[in-house]
């Protein structure tokens, strides 16, 4: 019988620190694998109503792809998830420089991040808290480094992944010993169809009224803009590719989705946020989180040089990422709820990816 919680060695990263391969197995069927390289999501099966079990997220066979170039697939995102306008921020009287790693701007964290290291990990099996159902998990921790990136403080970061049923649960947490900005959030690239095919014919849906627009590089201008009337109006499900296909100014801004979307009730507790459905209806994807947004990125840069399991290239369009967060370039927008974490104050987080199969 397969072990609920497993690990195997997976390499060595680029300081030469083992990383392990974890597998996390749940009576349901579902089956979620994470390295412990930027705490990546490497793999999430989801069973069918036939029997069968489907591959949700794109991810690489070894851990050379995650090594290499890519798109943050799966990984772990921070210090400062999404983009901070041209690297720099003041912070009580004091002005930061931080990595300028995309067209000028700082994104995902510089040129280090959370991503690209690798995490201490512990696992088990049962229930984390009264009234929870047992279920495997698997906690992973790390720390940036005063000075990382440009960032004040030291940060400490733990990311639990939880295989609940069908819903793989991600509760974050992070403390600091001076101020700094802290936006986490994971980047997973969801594709519920075929290997190698895309997301356009996925159905989509996003609890949100209003969405931030993006200048022409991809930083928000301060407004929180209705979606009504705008190709961003997904507060009924719509096909992705439909969504896109307009000539409007903020889909070329980004050859597609990706921009913030104001998720239509308070943060704090976890609530509805997102819907997926696979073009064959056999798969949907529910996302709650307690965080305020939810940036929707549509695979726009990916372009088939970079292939997944069976050497599969992963085309334009080939994952949807689902990201839960706080606001881009928040460190600079005073009228953007505060993302400076504290001393004595702890960062938490919870985002609940749940599925639901139906027969085809």
Same mark, same amino acid.
């Given at each position: 019988?397969?072990?609920?919680v ?18 996390? *197995?749940?009576?349901?069927g ?6 412990t ?13 036939? $029997? ?12 050379? $792809? ?15 998830? /999404? ?10 009287? &004091? ?5 300028a ?8 964290g510089g ?39 440009g960032?004040p ?11 609940? $049923? ?9 403390t ?10 994971h980047?997973?690239?969801? /594709?519920? %169809? ?14 949100a009224? *209003? ?7 991809l ?9 009504? $009337?705008t ?18 100014p903020?889909? *070329? ?8 979307w104001?998720l239509a ?5 976890l ?41 599969v ?5 080939? %994952? ?15 009228e ?5 974490? &504290? ?18």
């Amino acid at each position: 019988m397969l072990r609920p919680v497993s690990s195997q060695p997976w390499g060595t990263d680029p300081d030469g620190k083992p990383v392990e391969l974890w597998t996390l *197995r749940h009576p349901s069927g579902a089956i979620a694998r994470i390295s412990t390289w930027g705490a990546t999501l490497t793999s999430l099966r989801m069973p069918l109503a036939d $029997g069968s079990a489907r591959e949700t997220v794109l991810g690489f066979e070894s851990l050379d $792809g995650y090594l290499g170039d890519h798109p943050y697939i799966g990984a772990a995102v921070g210090r400062f998830a /999404n983009r901070i306008a041209h690297g720099r921020f003041e912070l009580e009287g &004091r002005a930061y420089a931080l990595a300028a790693n995309a067209a000028g701007h700082h994104l995902h964290g510089g040129e280090r991040g959370l991503s690209r290291r690798t995490w201490s990990a512990r696992a088990g099996e049962g229930a984390l808290a009264p009234g929870e159902s047992s279920a495997p998990w698997l906690t992973l921790s790390c720390t940036s480094p005063d000075g990382e990136d440009g960032y004040p403080g030291a940060l400490d970061v733990e990311l639990r992944y939880v295989l609940d $049923g069908h819903a793989l649960r991600l509760d974050w947490t992070a403390t600091a010993d001076a101020p700094t900005p802290v936006n986490l959030t994971h980047h997973a690239y969801f /594709n519920l %169809g075929e290997p190698g095919g895309d997301v356009l014919g996925h159905r989509l849906r996003v609890r949100a009224e *209003r969405f931030l627009p993006v200048d022409a590089g991809l930083i928000p201008t301060g407004e929180l803009r209705p979606v009504a $009337g705008t190709p961003m109006d997904l507060r009924a499900p719509r096909p992705i590719g439909e969504a896109i296909a307009g000539d409007d100014p903020q889909l *070329r801004a980004g050859g597609g989705f990706d921009h913030c979307w104001v998720l239509a009730d308070a943060p704090g507790p976890l609530r509805p946020a997102a819907t997926l459905v696979a073009p064959d209806g056999a798969l949907e994807l529910r996302m709650a989180t307690t965080e305020p947004g939810v940036q929707v990125y549509s695979g726009n840069f990916l372009d088939g040089t970079l292939r997944g399991p069976g050497d599969v290239p992963w085309p334009k369009h080939g %994952g949807l990422c689902l990201e839960a967060q706080r606001f881009p370039d928040s460190p600079n927008r005073s009228e953007f709820p505060d993302t400076i974490l &504290r001393p004595g104050r702890v960062y938490r987080q919870t985002t609940v990816y749940a599925f639901e199969k139906a027969a085809r």
